[in-house]
């Protein structure tokens, strides 16, 4: 297993963050050499101008938290994020249309937003807690199709975060190449640790800094 740290998207991802919240949290990954920070749109400049020339990467959100957003905003989304210097984007699946069952339109966006990331990584948000089992499947099937980069189980902002389960589900479903990452509830060492055993690639966490001191 790789250094604990490069697991973890350092995430504050709250409405009421200020711009020092998004400073110390910055701050905190630097020291600890986080894979990413992932925040609101709206604090993508600062953060990209304070981890200017480390490798902690800015990660930032589009369609969110609801994902009912036109695949044309999203896209529009993604777009000005990559143009402030977002390295990674983290998207919200059309969780309604998906379980309407019009996968076409599910794929599209996904495929879209993958394509006005362009070279920034993309991470898909199925929101796991609201789908059955066999819509997790067709979720993570459709975003390696649409060719994204990873799969992620939530916004944090839903009933319910991530479960071994989902992990251990999604990983089958993706295969051994795509990226999985478990976001929501994953607040300590144990936790983080029985998620990566299950094939999370990278973490999501508000916590990352007591998950790797403890």
């Not at 499947?137 to 944090?156: D, M, Q, R, Y």
Request: charged letters at 20%; a neutral charge; aromatic letters at 4%.
């Amino acid at each position: 297993m790789r250094p604990l740290n490069t697991y973890i998207d350092h995430t504050l991802l709250r409405p009421d963050a200020t711009k020092n919240d998004i400073r110390i949290l910055c701050e905190e990954a630097l020291i600890h050499q986080f894979a990413s920070v992932c925040i609101l749109p709206t604090h993508v400049a600062f953060a990209v101008d304070i981890l200017k020339g480390s490798p902690v990467k800015v990660c930032s959100v589009v369609g969110f938290p609801l994902g009912g957003n036109t695949t044309k905003n999203k896209c529009r989304e993604a777009e000005e994020l990559v143009a402030l210097g977002a390295q990674e984007i983290d998207m919200v699946i059309n969780i309604g249309a998906l379980k309407s069952k019009d996968l076409q339109l599910v794929k599209h966006d996904i495929a879209a937003v993958v394509e006005s990331s362009a070279p920034a990584i993309v991470k898909v948000i199925i929101e796991t807690c609201l789908l059955t089992d066999e819509e997790k499947i067709t979720a993570c099937t459709l975003a390696k199709e649409a060719g994204a980069h990873f799969v992620k189980t939530s916004t944090g902002f839903s009933k319910a975060g991530a479960t071994i389960h989902d992990i251990e589900l999604m990983r089958k479903t993706v295969g051994p190449q795509m990226g999985v990452k478990a976001s929501g509830g994953v607040r300590d060492y144990p936790t983080t640790q029985s998620m990566i055993k299950a094939g999370a690639t990278r973490i999501g966490t508000s916590s990352g800094v007591a998950i790797v001191t403890c």
